[in-house]
């Protein structure tokens, strides 16, 4: 039952373990200093470990469902996170990270009545209706009032992750970058929210790609 897990298990422990300079042994000896703080969706498709291809001491990772940030409160599991994240391991870069086909803001979208999931993801309401406003009317096919929600709704997450008080205090004297990220899961593309506008990020063809296509 388990047997896809244990395989991908098989393959981190030959590459984190059993070679020359296996990186967990040295991230245990000298600890771990992520550089980032990554908010992502639950969904399976759209794993920042796996969109990012990242090594284990890259990033903290916090999953909820639609990438959503609810106002601040305390004792929450996220508002703990980027307390020890912020204060103690001395991140500054924060990521949310949505993405499209997000079953959580189709949910939202559809008036979902189960109510655990309902009450989680009804704060983002505010985000639907900027998007039902902002979307040119022509274009409110249900498909495209999706992907002008889940952006709002990064907007309006990151918005909300502001009202956190590790995140205010590292705000209020050193830099802290946050980011609005959109996975386009079909393009296989990263939007980004910047001056006021979403645009695609530009990545390098990387030098592994090139050889592949030159195969
Ligand atoms: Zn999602």
Redesign the pocket.
């Known amino acids: 039952m388990t047997e896809k897990l244990l395989e991908g298990f098989q393959s981190f422990r030959q590459f984190q373990y059993e070679n020359a300079d296996p990186l967990m042994l040295r991230l245990i000896e000298e600890g771990q200093k992520p550089e980032y703080f990554i908010i992502s969706?639950?969904?399976s498709r759209?794993n920042p470990a796996t969109i990012f291809r990242a090594q284990p001491g890259t990033f903290f990772n916090f999953m909820a469902?639609?990438?959503i940030v609810r106002p601040y409160k305390q004792g929450t599991a996220l508002s703990a996170a980027l307390q020890f994240a912020l204060e103690y391991s001395g991140v500054r870069k924060i990521i949310i990270l949505?993405?499209t086909h997000?079953?959580?803001?189709k949910a939202l979208a559809e008036d979902i009545e189960d109510p655990e999931i309902a009450s989680f993801i009804d704060v983002a309401h505010d985000g639907l209706e900027r998007a039902k406003n902002s979307c040119p009317h022509h274009a409110h096919d249900s498909e495209t009032l999706l992907r002008c929600t889940e952006q709002e709704i990064v907007l309006q997450s990151i918005k909300n992750l502001e009202t956190y008080p590790a995140v205010a205090r590292v705000m209020s004297g050193e830099s802290l970058e946050i980011h609005g990220w959109i996975f386009d899961m079909q393009a296989g593309q990263l939007q980004e929210h910047q001056g006021g506008k979403w645009d695609t990020i530009k990545i390098n063809p990387c030098p592994v790609a090139t050889d592949q296509r030159a195969l």
């Open positions: 969706c639950i969904d759209a469902m639609g990438a949505g993405h997000c079953g959580a803001i």
